[in-house]
């Protein structure tokens, strides 16, 4: 009897194992229809060689327009990726550096705090499975997805509140078996090792407006609020890999300038550094300039955030220690994502790189 029972576990533990490899892998073909390509953040980050990024970010759109990673490490040698998705839910941060720590050993997570700008209500179904449709079947996607759920008002934004579509994403899309209802291909939107070029916007120039920077504070939203506090219960015990918060240069409003106040005011309470890039003279600084350096108020330009590059990843070779990893074993993609985005700028972004910087010397009174 024992020896039978022993049997059909085994049998049912296979089962379970091919019916999860086979959902998952149903899921990737028949996904959702996202034309931001995000399948492209986790998909190119677990091809990475064990062990050989020594810096990863985590956030919005904002961080993936403002860390140009192949620059990064061809020109300050820090193999850096970018685990941000567009309007990414801020509960999913803990998860993602779980995932990150499967295969990497970072010495560095940067943190764009502008995410606990939102509150759990703003949460939709697309912003969730941005991330959790393209992780790979684990106990920490579980557990990415019943946080989240957890978080999210009971049915907010078409938010699935049992997570059965999350778990089993072929829920949603088993009707793409139907071959007249495929998802559309998208082909626009580049990834490089997780900086991301916005075709449309990354090469124009906004002037930017911001209001002048105080210390006033506004309470976050409560449940955002004791994300964040769980996120840094989480950060106290990582070892090995320090973390660096981040509020990232934009057009912030007098209610998301407090937000961030109140937010900064915790992290530091908790003994963890902010780099607060919303005061004029910190941007000054940086080298980035309101009349030339954004594409809207929110987002660098490309030559916005190659000066920001510059200066962000001096800072943490700097203050953290990061140590230059050029030419060593394992790095070779970011020296072919470097290669693939010069190519890019000489073909496929030339003319809008050209008619960005003749935007940009206009606004800085050059004529060349």
Same mark, same amino acid.
């Given at each position: 009897?024992?020896?039978?029972?022993?049997?059909?576990?085994?049998?049912?533990?296979?089962?379970?194992?091919?019916?999860?490899?086979?959902?998952?892998?149903?899921?990737?073909?028949?996904?959702?229809?996202?034309?931001?390509?995000?399948?492209?953040?986790?998909?190119?980050?677990?091809?990475?060689?064990?062990?050989?990024?020594?810096?990863?970010?985590?956030?919005?759109?904002?961080?993936?327009?403002?860390?140009?990673?192949?620059?990064?490490?061809?020109?300050?040698?820090?193999?850096?990726?970018?685990?941000?998705?567009?309007?990414?839910?801020?509960?999913?941060?803990?998860?993602?550096?779980?995932?990150?720590?499967?295969?990497?050993?970072?010495?560095?997570?940067?943190?764009?705090?502008?995410?606990?700008?939102?509150?759990?209500?703003?949460?939709?179904?697309?912003?969730?499975?941005?991330?959790?449709?393209?992780?790979?079947?684990?106990?920490?996607?579980?557990?990415?997805?019943?946080?989240?759920?957890?978080?999210?008002?009971?049915?907010?934004?078409?938010?699935?509140?049992?997570?059965?579509? +999350?778990? #089993?994403?072929? %829920? &949603?899309? =088993?009707?793409?078996?139907?071959?007249?209802?495929?998802?559309?291909?998208? *082909?626009?939107?580049?990834?490089?090792?997780?900086?991301?070029?916005?075709?449309?916007?990354?090469?124009?120039?906004?002037?930017?407006?911001?209001?002048?920077?105080?210390?006033?504070?506004?309470?976050?939203?409560?449940?955002?609020?004791?994300?964040?506090?769980?996120?840094?219960?989480?950060?106290?015990?990582?070892?090995?890999?320090?973390?660096?918060?981040?509020?990232?240069?934009?057009?912030?409003?007098?209610?998301?300038?407090?937000?961030?106040?109140?937010?900064?005011?915790?992290?530091?309470?908790?003994?963890?550094?902010?780099?607060?890039?919303?005061?004029?003279?910190?941007?000054?600084?940086?080298?980035?300039?309101?009349?030339?350096?954004?594409?809207?108020?929110?987002?660098?330009?490309?030559?916005?955030?190659?000066?920001?590059?510059? +200066?962000? #990843?001096?800072? %943490? &070779?700097? =203050?953290?220690?990061?140590?230059?990893?050029?030419?060593?074993?394992?790095? *070779?993609?970011?020296?072919?994502?470097?290669?693939?985005?010069?190519?890019?700028?000489?073909?496929?972004?030339?003319?809008?790189?050209?008619?960005?910087?003749?935007?940009?010397?206009?606004?800085?009174?050059?004529?060349?």
């Amino acid at each position: 009897m024992k020896r039978f029972f022993s049997k059909n576990i085994i049998r049912a533990t296979v089962f379970l194992c091919l019916a999860a490899l086979l959902t998952a892998g149903c899921s990737k073909v028949f996904g959702f229809a996202d034309p931001d390509r995000t399948d492209n953040v986790l998909g190119q980050f677990y091809e990475l060689e064990d062990n050989t990024v020594d810096c990863i970010f985590f956030g919005s759109s904002v961080a993936q327009r403002a860390y140009v990673t192949p620059i990064a490490y061809h020109d300050y040698g820090v193999p850096a990726y970018t685990l941000a998705t567009g309007t990414q839910p801020f509960v999913l941060t803990k998860y993602l550096m779980k995932e990150a720590l499967k295969t990497q050993t970072p010495k560095l997570f940067v943190v764009e705090l502008k995410g606990v700008n939102k509150s759990a209500d703003w949460v939709g179904d697309v912003h969730i499975r941005r991330v959790v449709d393209n992780m790979k079947p684990s106990l920490n996607r579980f557990q990415a997805i019943r946080a989240t759920i957890t978080y999210v008002p009971k049915d907010a934004n078409n938010v699935d509140s049992s997570g059965l579509s +999350y778990y #089993f994403p072929i %829920i &949603k899309y =088993h009707s793409r078996w139907n071959p007249a209802n495929k998802i559309k291909k998208y *082909e626009d939107v580049d990834y490089y090792n997780g900086w991301s070029p916005n075709a449309g916007l990354t090469f124009k120039v906004k002037k930017l407006k911001t209001i002048p920077y105080d210390e006033h504070t506004t309470q976050i939203d409560p449940p955002t609020e004791e994300v964040l506090e769980d996120l840094l219960d989480y950060c106290d015990t990582l070892e090995n890999t320090k973390v660096l918060f981040v509020i990232p240069p934009y057009q912030a409003s007098e209610e998301g300038m407090g937000k961030m106040n109140y937010a900064k005011n915790i992290v530091e309470s908790r003994g963890y550094e902010v780099l607060n890039m919303l005061p004029d003279e910190k941007r000054k600084e940086a080298g980035l300039d309101d009349n030339t350096c954004y594409y809207n108020r929110e987002h660098l330009n490309y030559y916005g955030s190659l000066i920001y590059t510059e +200066y962000f #990843f001096n800072y %943490i &070779k700097e =203050h953290y220690g990061i140590e230059d990893q050029r030419d060593k074993p394992g790095h *070779e993609p970011w020296e072919k994502e470097y290669d693939r985005l010069m190519n890019d700028l000489e073909t496929k972004y030339q003319v809008k790189y050209i008619d960005m910087m003749a935007d940009v010397n206009k606004a800085e009174g050059r004529d060349d």
